[in-house]
């Protein structure tokens, strides 16, 4: 079964380094969004891409966040410097495209960061 | 500012009860309501979605009841087993613009007791 695979699984950081997260969606996926979930809470939007176009960045700290997806393909998403309210789980994930037969977003395992 | 409000935080139900989460939102722009169903260290993982054009939905146990006037939908389990026991999230989306992103309730952590 396609999944959508996240790297790493677990990270620890210091305060002040830079720290970065892979994502590679389902084969075929144009539309790939970066989630942040704190824990306790529901996940909520830094990113989303269509194909390689950023669609939605507004949530984006852009300060001391980036993303990129250079082919339309895999993405990566950037931190630097990692502060200590960035711990959460970050999560990927991809859709089909646009429309409603094509909107479930299937997600991915996520990235666990905790900045110490 | 929260833009699908869910209640309640926690849920504790008998095996076979029923345990009902609630939703609400305020965007009448939105236009798809899906839940998701989350394993602990677990991504989240869609378990049924509504569009406003209907009041209920039905996917074997799981149900979607949507009230497009008051702007609540909520999600009914039957026969809840101890497998059932996640944290569920409620969310929302618009379909008619590019960015469909999707915003989420808060969660509910539900533990069904054998």
């Known amino acids: 079964e396609a999944e959508v695979a996240q790297s790493p699984r677990y990270k620890i950081t210091e305060k002040s380094q830079a720290v970065a997260f892979w994502c590679d969606p389902i084969?075929?996926?144009?539309?790939l969004y970066w989630y942040r979930q704190i824990l306790g809470q529901g996940p909520e939007l830094l990113v989303q891409?269509?194909?390689?176009?950023?669609?939605?960045d507004s949530q984006l700290p852009k300060d001391r966040f980036s993303a990129e997806r250079l082919k339309g393909v895999d993405s990566t998403l950037k931190i630097q410097p990692a502060e200590l309210g960035d711990s959460a789980m970050y999560l990927c994930?991809?859709?089909?495209?646009?429309?409603?037969?094509?909107?479930?977003?299937?997600f991915g395992q996520g990235t666990r960061l905790t900045v110490v | 500012q929260q833009q699908v409000k869910q209640s309640p935080q926690s849920l504790i139900v008998q095996k076979g009860g029923i345990p009902i989460i609630n939703c609400a939102y305020e965007?009448?722009?939105?236009?798809?309501f899906p839940w998701y169903q989350q394993f602990p260290g677990k991504g989240p993982a869609l378990l049924i979605a509504?569009?406003?054009?209907?009041s209920e939905k039905k996917e074997g146990r799981f149900t979607i009841s949507f009230n497009k006037s008051a702007k609540q939908f909520s999600l009914h389990i039957m026969d809840s087993q101890p497998g059932d026991s996640a944290t569920y999230f409620c969310?929302?989306?618009?379909?008619?613009?590019?960015?469909?992103?999707?915003?989420f309730g808060t969660g509910t952590r539900l533990t069904v007791i054998p």
């Open positions: 994930a991809s859709s089909p495209g646009q429309g409603f037969m094509n909107t479930e977003a299937f």
């Open positions: 084969s075929g996926h144009a539309t």
């Open positions: 891409f269509q194909d390689e176009s950023v669609v939605d």
């Open positions: 965007n009448t722009a939105f236009d798809y």
């Open positions: 509504i569009r406003p054009d209907v």
């Open positions: 969310a929302a989306s618009t379909l008619r613009t590019g960015a469909n992103n999707l915003f």
